[in-house]
T-cell receptor, first 114, second 114 residues
Framework: SAVISQKPSRDICQRGTSLTIQCQVD?????MFWYRQQPGQSLTLIAT?????????ESGFVIDKFPISRPNLTFSTLTVSNMSPEDSSIYLC???????????FGPGTRLTVT | AQSVTQLDSQVPVFEEAPVELRCNYS??????LFWYVQYPNQGLQLLLK??????LVKGINGFEAEFNKSQTSFHLRKPSVHISDTAEYFC????????????FGRGTSLIVHP
């Protein structure tokens, strides 16, 4: 299993600013995933982050808007840039449990953009 | 490509009644199937999973699910629900070979009334 923490747990930000979300895992993992969960919606994968390489972004998400860092095997950050109210969501960090095939999730960062 | 359909967006039920949350999937290859639960203001956690073997899978908190290959379904059941089961439930599918990225359904909100 993996225990994942995220900071901040929630934030209220003004339009046009940026927020960096941190994700810390208690064990070394190859891949980390960033999801967005809009109110009443399912999870949408933003990008997959491998240590030492550029993140792979899903359709509809770009690096300029959601830059990701992955400096080591236990840590990653996601920045939401030039925010608008449409970015108000829960942002979830996740890792795969290796041979168990399941996903482990952080508690989420609840972002409100005013 | 694979997809997941959760047929009910909301399921209201009285405490101690049985409940079934429906999930259908489509995939051109063999799959692994998962149910996750998200309690209010928390991240997702695994309820149960089907990888292979017995088609009846038992999970935490008294939940179980049955994999039906011919009907491409993986419905979640509990014989007697508690108030504390009120949460969002997500069905997910992952290809057993190839993509490591799961596809999530839109979620079913289980609301347990006293």
């Amino acid at each position: 299993s993996a225990v994942i923490s995220q900071k901040p747990s929630r934030d209220i930000c003004q339009r046009g600013t940026s927020l960096t979300i941190q994700c810390q895992v208690d064990s070394q993992v190859t891949m980390m995933f960033w999801y967005r969960q809009q109110p009443g919606q399912s999870l949408t994968l933003i990008a997959t982050a491998n240590q030492g390489s550029e993140a792979t972004y899903e359709s509809g998400f770009v690096i300029d808007k959601f830059p990701i860092s992955r400096p080591n095997l236990t840590f990653s950050t996601l920045t939401v840039s030039n925010m608008s109210p449409e970015d108000s969501s829960i942002y979830l960090c996740s890792v795969e449990g290796g041979g168990s095939y399941e996903q482990y999730f952080g508690p989420g960062t609840r972002l409100t953009v005013t | 490509a694979q997809s997941v359909t959760q047929l009910d967006s909301q399921v209201p039920v009285f405490e101690e009644a049985p409940v079934e949350l429906r999930c259908n999937y489509s995939s051109s290859v063999s799959v692994y199937l998962f149910w996750y639960v998200q309690y209010p203001n928390q991240g997702l956690q695994l309820l149960l999973k089907y990888l292979s073997g017995s088609t009846l899978v038992k999970g935490i908190n008294g939940f179980e699910a049955e994999f039906n290959k011919s009907q491409t379904s993986f419905h979640l059941r509990k014989p007697s629900v508690h108030i504390s089961d009120t949460a969002e439930y997500f069905c997910a599918v992952k290809s057993s070979g190839g993509s490591y990225i799961p596809t999530f359904g839109r979620g079913t909100s289980l609301i347990v009334h006293p």
